[in-house]
């Protein structure tokens, strides 16, 4: 290239004016011709110009070696030369030609401060492949003036503590020789510095912010996982998997990335989320969180753990602690049997830990309702209590941890529990298994229902179950019989009263009366709230069947029995009632005693008694039914004239009858107005004669009454 410098001279009041031309800075191709000529022009008083040029000057450019090595950093900058402590590091340098020639060019000099130099590389720019060097020898290809020429220099940093800071150093040279300077060199230098390479840490995965929590089904979780770029790099190409348990369904659309909608960032491929950050800086913290519902049909008592993985470019993959989802309710203190609706507020828990009978003190994190962690605790109203047990409390490498939980609350039996805690392998969450030590019933785990036990709560946390409590007496039950000493053929009148002391509807609720050898029952002669209803008898059992009991209901129970001739004297007859019922799937019975003392008679007095009634057969079956009704002031005789007349209820006795045939008659007479004998009350073959005969037979433990049917007047 050519340039000319015009150079103007103005001769003092002679107008004369002088231009010459010179070379540019750049620089100049050697071996370039440069022409210099001057020019001059005048012009003179009359106006007339004049112009002349002088002799032109010849020069010719030498050829002159110039480079420039760079960088050139004199410290280091921690935010741009920082490696990962113990990888191999390359810093790269270039060689730029500023000689007015095409050179190329060796590397004399490559040092550092630390580590070991394992390989440098010339590089055509842009991208060529590497060329090994050799220093002191092997030369790079051509460059042309302005060009440029890479230089890779690999350090072994291996036994470089994480915070030095060291640098590398390269001398360049030329290699064209016969230059007007001579063969020139220039140096570079390149920093390092050792830090902690990225590295995810901290890995946790929450659910609804606790390790564990409590679902129904069809409820919604939020998970949320967390972790920290803890290294002094970048990680790149951050990978979060979770595969999501059978049993819980996850929301692609509710994926949040450090609260930010994750969109495209976020897939789901069956149970396995995944959710990928191209970079995380060091030092930031990564929240990724995202909702899931409980499936509709899970059932009560299962636990759903999942474990999350976090991973980069040459990081990880790192496991997250476990969370688990239990599926139904835990941690109520309740009514056995009234179940769920029917929280006991006011229970006092205590733990204590074998063989110390006091309680201790808990180191984990106190949840809601028992934030301050206190041991005892107290239940409010809704019978919610929570106990957090620290790392060093629910088992691990050491053992399981054994506790006895007691529960003790007003109007209820108290409760002894025993609990054993069994850590998982990450210490977070715990197995827990409890056996009742009170002889009472336990709940299923996440629900209500009652069992024997013992109860397995799998992979839960600050959770031990539902904790049923039980009055002392569900089921009140009294008897009494209307005189205590008797001899044989007295009629006694037994009185049975039961109730629903519970709070619970009872169900299958019967009423089981056993007469003791030596009474009979009186057929008929029950009444069941002032209600003619006749037991099913069965030998000498008699039972009575209700259904339902709703809680505070009762009923009373009046019947006769005679004391049979075959009673034994100065004999105890012990009659015992109970009542069986279920509430909650449980079996609940209750029972009372009356007893009577025989005095006299026995199985040698020879006497019979002979009992029976007069009654409306309003039906006409012959036979005493509910809705029939005894007839009072019959009178009725043997066969030897003695007589008796019945009472208000028709009924009637001949407590000491010898042994052997007799014939009851009823007097006709003695009939009340309205009340006649059926028409073939006459027939003694019928059952509504009104002569009867009796075997004087008595079956044991049952009374056969002989009983007089009789027609109302239509």
Do not use: C
Request: charged share 10%; no cysteine; aromatic share 6%.
């Amino acid at each position: 290239m050519r340039r000319s410098l015009a150079l103007v001279l103005a001769a003092a009041g002679a107008g004369w004016v002088v231009m010459a031309t010179q070379p540019a800075l750049a620089a100049t191709p050697a071996g370039t011709l440069i022409s210099n000529t001057a020019s001059a022009t005048y012009d003179d008083a009359a106006g007339t110009s004049y112009a002349t040029d002088s002799n032109t000057v010849v020069a010719q450019v030498q050829a002159v070696s110039s480079l420039i090595v760079t960088p050139k950093e004199a410290i280091v900058n921690p935010a741009l030369d920082a490696y990962a402590v113990g990888t191999p590091v390359t810093r790269r340098f270039t060689i730029t030609n500023t000689s007015n020639l095409t050179d190329a060019y060796t590397i004399q000099a490559a040092t550092t401060t630390k580590g070991v130099i394992t390989a440098i590389n010339f590089v055509v720019p842009p991208a060529g492949p590497p060329i090994p060097v050799t220093v002191g020898s092997t030369v790079s290809p051509n460059v042309v003036p302005g060009g440029t020429m890479f230089v890779d220099v690999t350090v072994n940093t291996a036994g470089v503590p994480v915070g030095t800071s060291w640098s590398i150093n390269i001398t360049a040279q030329t290699t064209v020789t016969g230059t007007a300077n001579g063969l020139q060199s220039d140096s570079g230098q390149r920093w390092a510095i050792a830090v902690p390479g990225p590295n995810l840490s901290g890995v946790k995965k929450l659910v609804g912010g606790q390790p564990s929590v409590q679902s129904a089904p069809s409820s919604t979780v939020t998970f949320t996982v967390s972790f920290t770029n803890s290294g002094g790099l970048p990680a790149n190409n951050v990978v979060m998997t979770d595969v999501v348990p059978i049993g819980l369904h996850p929301i692609l659309a509710s994926v949040l990335i450090n609260n930010v909608p994750a969109g495209g960032q976020a897939t789901l491929v069956g149970q396995t989320l995944t959710v990928t950050i191209p970079t995380v800086a060091p030092t930031q913290t990564i929240v990724i969180q995202f909702e899931a519902t409980v499936d509709p049909n899970a059932q009560l008592g299962t636990t759903m753990v999942n474990v999350a993985q976090v991973s980069a470019t040459g990081v990880g993959p790192f496991s997250s602690s476990p969370a688990s989802v239990f599926v139904g309710t835990g941690n109520i203190v309740y009514d056995g049997l009234a179940g769920p609706g029917f929280p006991i507020g006011s229970a006092a828990l205590t733990l204590t830990k074998p063989p110390a009978i006091t309680p201790f003190a808990l180191t984990g994190t106190g949840v809601a309702p028992n934030n301050a962690n206190a041991n005892p605790f107290t239940t409010d109203s809704t019978g919610t209590y929570s106990y957090g047990f620290g790392t060093n409390q629910f088992g691990g490498p050491i053992g399981d941890a054994h506790y006895i939980l007691t529960v003790v609350a007003s109007g209820y039996l108290n409760r002894q529990v025993d609990v054993v805690l069994h850590a998982d392998p990450s210490l977070t969450l715990y197995t827990a298994t409890i056996k009742a030590l009170d002889g009472q019933q336990l709940a299923t785990p996440g629900g209500f229902t009652l069992t024997p036990g013992p109860v397995t709560l799998n992979n839960v946390f600050n959770i031990l179950g539902n904790i049923p409590m039980f009055t002392a007496h569900p089921i009140q039950i009294t008897k009494a019989v209307d005189q205590q000493a008797v001899s044989t053929a007295s009629r006694v009148i037994f009185t049975i009263n039961f109730s629903n002391a519970s709070l619970a509807t009872l169900t299958n609720t019967k009423l089981i009366d056993t007469l003791p050898p030596g009474i009979a029952y009186g057929p008929g002669t029950a009444l069941v709230d002032g209600v003619h209803q006749e037991p099913v008898v069965n030998g000498r059992t008699l039972t009575w069947s209700f259904g339902t009991l709703a809680p505070g209901a009762s009923h009373t129970i009046v019947y006769a029995g005679l004391v049979l001739p075959q009673a034994v004297v100065n004999t105890t007859l012990t009659n015992v009632a109970a009542v069986t019922a279920t509430a909650a799937g449980a079996d609940l019975s209750a029972s009372a005693e009356a007893s009577v003392y025989v005095l006299s008679g026995g199985a040698f007095s020879y006497t019979i008694p002979i009992t029976g009634r007069v009654y409306i057969d309003v039906a006409g079956l012959g036979k005493f039914v509910p809705g029939d009704k005894g007839v009072s002031g019959v009178r009725l005789y043997l066969e030897d004239g003695e007589y008796v007349v019945t009472d208000a209820d028709g009924r009637y006795s001949f407590p000491s009858a010898r042994p052997g045939m007799h014939v009851v008659h009823l007097d006709v007479t003695t009939l009340p107005s309205g009340v006649h004998p059926f028409p073939d009350g006459l027939n003694i073959e019928s059952t509504h004669s009104v002569t009867r005969l009796v075997h004087g037979i008595l079956d044991t433990g049952l009374l056969q009454d002989i009983n007089f049917g009789l027609e109302a007047a239509k």
